[in-house]
């Protein structure tokens, strides 16, 4: 079991930077992926971004160039910098995370943290 707090979101201007940090309750080294996704208003959510255990990453092709997650595991924090951005980035933004066992995967979610991007 994790739970999952995000903080960082808030309202910017088009070409401003943000960055969204989620805490975890335990010990993040174990967990297998972290992620961020995102859910605009009458939109599915979306994958924005994921990282490994082992490091290696993953971004949404809307994003690639633009943002940058990371984690620091003594601190059990998954950041996602985010720079130059646009209206369309306006979401919700989701801390995702996926622990596989022998007997399949468990996933869990944040509460949200909203992400405003004025024109």
């Known amino acids: 079991q994790v739970q999952l707090v995000e903080s960082g979101g808030g309202l910017v201007q088009a070409g401003g930077s943000l960055r969204l940090s989620c805490a975890a309750s335990?010990?993040?080294?174990?967990?297998?992926?972290l992620g961020w996704y995102r859910q605009a208003p009458g939109k599915q959510r979306e994958l924005v971004a994921t990282i490994t255990s082992g490091g290696s990453t993953n971004y949404a092709d809307s994003v690639k160039g633009r943002f940058t997650i990371s984690r620091d595991n003594a601190k059990n924090t998954v950041y996602l910098r985010m720079d130059s951005l646009k209206p369309e980035d306006t979401a919700v933004y989701y801390c995702?995370?996926?622990?596989?066992?022998?007997?399949?995967?468990?996933?869990?979610w944040g509460q949200g943290t909203q992400v405003t991007v004025s024109s």
């Open positions: 335990r010990n993040i080294f174990s967990i297998n992926v």
């Open positions: 995702n995370a996926e622990i596989r066992s022998g007997i399949g995967s468990r996933i869990y």
